[in-house]
């Protein structure tokens, strides 16, 4: 399988999904190595390296994309499997960044407070053991912790011909900030537009569930991935599929209903997969699911909801594809 190479300038890169001119256009079957810029594009490199100082705002999240799918049409499924990620510079950063997190009040949730102090980690990489060094900055602490390579963002053009930024969780994917999105995964989006538009960044070396202070370890990344497209069959939610679990990802505000959102889309799944009644499949999954969440930093919160597969019957989703890729992805390694 021929890999085609992608590493964009500056210029080339995507802040939203939708409203952007396709970078390229693949056909289905195409393997993709392509390079993405850490969510700061860059900006901070040392602890001196402020956000409040050194991040636009304008030019955060950068999108490698988007790319046109030949034949993606509108209710159709693009699948996307993740081959290998990895870490594109020797260190990643993450921030404190005032009024953004978890922990803070933001412009959604106001407070009378002052800001957190604006502080920035560099961790630095060492690719012989697989490590990143977290540094504390207020107090005398180094931990190397292992690296887990994810994307913050995969998704595709949103329908109706809006235009939304990279930061926004939705339907369409975007910025879920999973570490669900990791090398053996197989990510099921539905098609809006023609040819799908789908991109990808946002690269993480290592994140916790939550993305609790806003950032995970933030770096550049270099991708390969396979692109498939199902005629049909479209997910309202983006769905994901790995050798151990079946998993659907729901986005919104507060992050009960996100939580709600992935329940309904695994109940809907479990319907395909199964043929189970839809309260059958609510009380089996009442039973099983574990549910992580992505993050509950952005425009959107996102919770994956999880069943192992090891717990269920065998069952395929989309004609077995997922099996298909990674015994294509074998030949990639």
């Given at each position: 399988?021929?890999?085609?190479?992608?590493v964009?300038?500056?210029?080339?890169?995507?802040?939203?999904?939708?409203?952007?001119?396709?970078?390229?256009r693949?056909?289905?079957?195409?393997?993709?190595?392509?390079?993405?810029?850490?969510?700061?594009?860059?900006?901070?490199?040392k602890?001196?390296?402020?956000?409040?100082e050194k991040?636009?705002?304008r030019?955060?999240?950068?999108?490698?994309?988007?790319?046109?799918?030949?034949g993606?049409?509108?209710g159709d499924t693009?699948?996307?499997?993740?081959?290998?990620?990895?870490?594109?510079?020797?260190?990643?950063a993450?921030?404190a960044?005032?009024?953004?997190?978890?922990?803070?009040?933001t412009?959604?949730?106001?407070?009378?407070?002052?800001?957190?102090?604006?502080?920035t980690?560099?961790?630095?990489?060492?690719r012989?053991?697989?490590?990143?060094t977290?540094?504390?900055?207020h107090?005398?602490?180094q931990?190397?912790?292992?690296?887990?390579?994810?994307l913050?963002?995969?998704?595709?053009?949103?329908?109706?011909?809006?235009?939304?930024s990279?930061?926004v969780?939705?339907?369409?994917?975007g910025?879920?900030?999973?570490?669900?999105?990791?090398p053996?995964?197989t990510?099921?989006?539905?098609v809006n537009?023609?040819?799908?538009?789908?991109?990808?960044?946002?690269?993480?070396?290592?994140?916790g569930?939550g993305?609790?202070?806003?950032t995970?370890?933030?770096?550049?990344?270099t991708?390969?991935?396979?692109?498939?497209?199902?005629?049909?069959?479209a997910?309202?939610?983006?769905?994901?599929?790995?050798?151990?679990h079946?998993?659907?990802?729901g986005s919104?505000?507060?992050?009960?209903?996100?939580?709600?959102?992935?329940?309904?889309?695994?109940?809907r799944?479990?319907?395909?997969l199964?043929?189970?009644?839809?309260?059958?499949?609510?009380?089996?999954?009442?039973?099983?699911?574990?549910?992580?969440i992505?993050n509950?930093?952005?425009a959107?919160?996102?919770?994956?909801?999880?069943?192992?597969?090891s717990?269920?019957?065998?069952?395929?989703?989309?004609?077995?594809?997922?099996d298909?890729?990674?015994?294509?992805?074998?030949t990639?390694?």
């Amino acid at each position: 399988m021929d890999v085609v190479e992608v590493v964009p300038t500056f210029e080339q890169y995507a802040f939203t999904f939708g409203g952007v001119a396709p970078l390229g256009r693949v056909r289905p079957g195409t393997a993709l190595r392509v390079w993405s810029d850490d969510a700061f594009c860059g900006a901070l490199q040392k602890t001196t390296d402020l956000s409040s100082e050194k991040v636009d705002l304008r030019f955060v999240n950068p999108q490698t994309g988007p790319f046109y799918v030949e034949g993606a049409e509108p209710g159709d499924t693009l699948a996307l499997h993740f081959v290998a990620m990895t870490p594109a510079r020797d260190w990643g950063a993450s921030a404190a960044i005032p009024f953004f997190g978890g922990l803070t009040g933001t412009d959604r949730v106001a407070t009378l407070q002052d800001p957190l102090p604006d502080t920035t980690w560099i961790y630095e990489l060492d690719r012989a053991r697989n490590t990143v060094t977290f540094v504390a900055q207020h107090t005398d602490l180094q931990i190397d912790l292992p690296v887990s390579p994810m994307l913050g963002t995969v998704g595709v053009a949103p329908p109706g011909g809006e235009v939304r930024s990279s930061l926004v969780p939705e339907r369409f994917g975007g910025n879920m900030d999973t570490p669900q999105m990791r090398p053996g995964a197989t990510c099921f989006l539905g098609v809006n537009v023609e040819g799908a538009l789908f991109s990808v960044g946002d690269g993480h070396y290592r994140q916790g569930e939550g993305e609790a202070c806003g950032t995970a370890v933030e770096g550049a990344m270099t991708t390969t991935l396979i692109v498939e497209l199902i005629k049909g069959g479209a997910p309202l939610w983006p769905r994901i599929e790995d050798d151990t679990h079946w998993m659907t990802v729901g986005s919104s505000r507060p992050l009960e209903d996100a939580w709600r959102i992935g329940q309904v889309e695994l109940v809907r799944w479990f319907g395909e997969l199964y043929g189970l009644h839809p309260m059958d499949a609510y009380q089996l999954l009442s039973q099983i699911t574990e549910v992580p969440i992505a993050n509950v930093v952005d425009a959107n919160y996102s919770a994956v909801v999880k069943a192992r597969k090891s717990l269920l019957p065998p069952a395929t989703a989309f004609g077995g594809l997922h099996d298909d890729l990674r015994r294509r992805a074998a030949t990639l390694l």
